[in-house]
């Protein structure tokens, strides 16, 4: 039989505490000792090797229940952090978020894509001068995460499929010069419902359906994004919702996302999305009338993804940042199409009204650290 070294016990109890401490948000020693089965001193002593490399400390006391008040002990948010690019076809957006998957600060500038070095150098420009703002310590900086319009294989370092912008085979090496830390890339919707379910600390399958200038979204159980076979997983911007209908930009018909994208909606205010939903709001009445055609597509695919997967579906994207005052109206439409259910409260709004595709991709180096302490 295998026996564990005193070595790799203290290593193990390290990382089995402070992933109690970081799930649970705060725990006391006897929590601890009762969770993971392990005696008062181990915990002591590791707790103590935790604060020593500043990654928990002491938030206070819990009520007593009689006797002596139990310490609490939390992580430390800022004892790591993570950079998230999002790359759009004409926008570049910088987040830099903690373990707490907290926005530090974050950079949203216009800026087109080009597949050249000129575009490349003035990304790395941007992250330099964004990291140098904040005045981190870089060592703490577990890595960067790209996220894009794109299917990213499994390698995490190889685009699959891009049309929204175009990408040569060899995107990731031809990054590389721009920066020093580790980088992955991620799919945008995939990236954007990691993020949401992390926030909302989903542990049961939740659909995300990504609304911007492209529709995908991201099927996630127990915090886990399922890619599929292929990789290819939740693309639902192209599943059809009208036979033969409008030219979707992949060259079929009748796709979601030629009925649902933002462009939808903002290619009646000159691109202007916000603009929309401010006219929207006023009353205006041709707008209502194309809001409510939108809503008619939309809670038809709503409905499609609840008699699928039957788990609950977080509307975001640009429009989904737009979304929580017209709710009830999609829920509404999404009842009339659905024989088993007489409400829709499965549908939700995102908690992550910008920037949720960095995040998420950011959070992939928050995970890593966490399941490798």
């Given amino acids: 039989m295998f026996l ?19 799930e649970k948000k705060q725990c006391s020693r006897q929590q601890i000792a009762e969770e993971l089965g392990i005696s008062l001193p181990t915990i002591t002593h590791n707790l103590a090797l935790l604060k020593e490399q500043e990654l928990i400390y002491t938030s206070g006391t819990f009520n007593s229940t009689g006797g002596r008040k139990a310490n609490m002990f939390r992580c430390v948010p800022n004892a790591r952090y993570a950079l998230g690019i999002d790359i759009t076809r004409n926008h570049l957006s910088i987040v830099l978020i903690n373990l707490n998957l907290d926005i530090i600060d974050s950079e949203r500038t216009r800026c087109a894509f080009e597949d050249t070095s000129a575009y490349y150098e003035n990304l790395q420009k941007k992250v ?117 209908g409008k030219k979707c930009y992949c060259g079929c018909y009748g796709c979601l996302d030629a009925y649902c994208c933002a462009k939808v909606l903002s290619d009646f205010t000159g691109g202007n999305l916000a603009e929309f ?35 609950d579906v977080i509307i975001g994207g640009t429009v989904g940042s737009f979304m929580s005052d017209y709710l009830k109206d999609l829920r509404q439409k999404a009842i009339k199409l659905n024989p ?34």
């Fill in 128 to 244: 330099e001068q964004f990291l140098n703002n904040q005045n981190l310590d870089t060592d703490r900086l577990l890595g960067i995460g790209i996220s894009l319009p794109a299917i990213i294989e499994s390698d995490q370092k190889t685009v699959f499929y891009a049309t929204v912008i175009s990408l040569l085979g060899n995107f990731y090496e031809r990054i590389s010069s721009c920066f020093p830390y580790p980088y992955l890339l991620f799919n945008d919707a995939s990236s954007a419902g990691l993020a949401e379910s992390w926030h909302a600390n989903f542990d049961r399958p939740m659909l995300y359906l990504s609304l911007s200038n492209s529709v995908g979204g991201a099927f996630l159980n127990n915090g886990k994004i399922f890619p599929g076979a292929n990789s290819h997983s939740s693309e639902f911007g192209h599943m059809c919702i009208v036979p033969h």
């Fill in 4 to 22: 564990l070294s005193e070595e790799n016990i203290k290593t193990r109890d390290f990382g089995n505490i402070y992933r109690l401490i970081y």
């Fill in 277 to 311: 939903f401010k006219e929207l709001s006023s009353g205006n009445p041709g707008y209502r009338r194309v809001f409510d055609d939108y809503l008619d597509y939309l809670a038809i695919a709503v409905n499609n993804l609840r008699m699928c997967y039957d788990c």
């Fill in 340 to 373: 088993f259910e007489k409400s829709g409260n499965y549908i939700l709004c995102c908690h992550y009204r910008t920037e949720a595709s960095a995040v998420g991709a950011a959070a992939h180096y928050v995970d890593k650290f966490i399941k490798g302490m």
